[in-house]
């Protein structure tokens, strides 16, 4: 494996956790998710991801671990709303992010800018490595084709291709880290810590964890549905 930049680097055999909210909860504020974030690396996470610009300005304040950031928007035309275009990923770099996540699925862009277009604006303009988000094997080569410089699990089961498919997604992690010569990282699903263990024996780079520790929505709703 070729040499890394240094915050990815930081991130080998780590735990990352999501510190995300639903908008409609009060959560989602970036006190709150500072908060999420600095408990996460307090407790020995070596990483956040964090959505939109101003969650990610606020976790800035208050941690010095990587922050992989993304800025979820829905946009007519296309399903891809992760990153889904240059000015979205200079918005998170701005705000502090130093590796930018991007929706690589081989969906219709917004705009049209390409996967590779939007990956060398990255490197070339915000000097940012990329983590590509993808849903199957045939996005993950591509991604890494067009320059990626990690490339994640993060959308199987979530579109169109996959929305059959149950995270986590260990199958398609082995298929990736069998593939490809980029770091791989696990996310999506893993809900327990056994499982974020087995996605590392199965070779991935580092382990995102979300709803497990963060999902606070989620996690009542379920306990309350089941009562």
């Given at each position: 494996?070729?040499?890394?930049?240094?915050?990815?680097?930081?991130?080998?055999?780590?735990?990352?956790?999501?510190?995300?909210?639903?908008?409609?909860?009060?959560?989602?504020?970036?006190?709150?998710?500072?908060?999420?974030?600095?408990?996460?690396?307090?407790?020995?996470?070596?990483?956040?991801?964090?959505?939109?610009?101003?969650?990610?300005?606020?976790?800035?304040?208050?941690?010095?671990?990587?922050?992989?950031?993304?800025?979820?928007?829905?946009?007519?035309?296309?399903?891809?709303?992760?990153?889904?275009?240059?000015?979205?990923?200079?918005?998170?770099?701005?705000?502090?992010?130093?590796?930018?996540?991007?929706?690589?699925?081989?969906?219709d862009r917004p705009g049209g800018e390409t996967l590779p277009d939007l990956i060398r604006y990255i490197h070339d303009d915000l000097h940012k490595p990329v983590m590509a988000d993808v849903?199957?094997?045939?996005?993950?080569?591509?991604?890494?084709?067009?320059?990626?410089?990690?490339?994640?699990?993060?959308?199987?089961?979530?579109?169109?291709?996959?929305?059959?498919?149950?995270?986590?997604?260990?199958?398609?992690?082995?298929?990736?880290?069998?593939?490809?010569?980029?770091?791989?990282?696990?996310?999506?699903?893993?809900?327990?810590?056994?499982?974020?263990?087995?996605?590392?024996?199965?070779?991935?780079?580092?382990?995102?964890?979300?709803?497990?520790?963060?999902?606070?929505?989620?996690?009542?709703?379920?306990?309350?549905?089941?009562?």
């Amino acid at each position: 494996m070729a040499s890394l930049h240094p915050p990815l680097e930081t991130l080998r055999g780590a735990l990352i956790v999501s510190c995300q909210a639903p908008a409609a909860s009060p959560l989602h504020d970036p006190i709150v998710i500072a908060a999420m974030a600095k408990a996460a690396v307090m407790q020995g996470a070596m990483g956040v991801r964090i959505d939109t610009p101003a969650h990610i300005q606020a976790v800035r304040q208050q941690i010095t671990v990587p922050i992989i950031g993304l800025w979820k928007q829905v946009l007519p035309g296309s399903s891809v709303y992760i990153t889904p275009q240059a000015h979205h990923a200079q918005a998170v770099a701005d705000a502090g992010a130093d590796i930018i996540a991007i929706d690589a699925t081989d969906r219709d862009r917004p705009g049209g800018e390409t996967l590779p277009d939007l990956i060398r604006y990255i490197h070339d303009d915000l000097h940012k490595p990329v983590m590509a988000d993808v849903d199957t094997l045939a996005a993950a080569q591509a991604a890494q084709a067009a320059g990626a410089d990690i490339v994640g699990t993060t959308l199987y089961g979530y579109t169109e291709t996959t929305q059959h498919c149950i995270p986590p997604s260990f199958d398609l992690l082995a298929e990736m880290v069998q593939a490809l010569t980029v770091p791989c990282i696990c996310e999506g699903g893993i809900a327990t810590p056994s499982e974020a263990k087995t996605a590392l024996e199965k070779g991935a780079f580092a382990v995102v964890v979300g709803t497990a520790i963060t999902g606070i929505d989620k996690l009542v709703a379920t306990y309350c549905a089941a009562l």
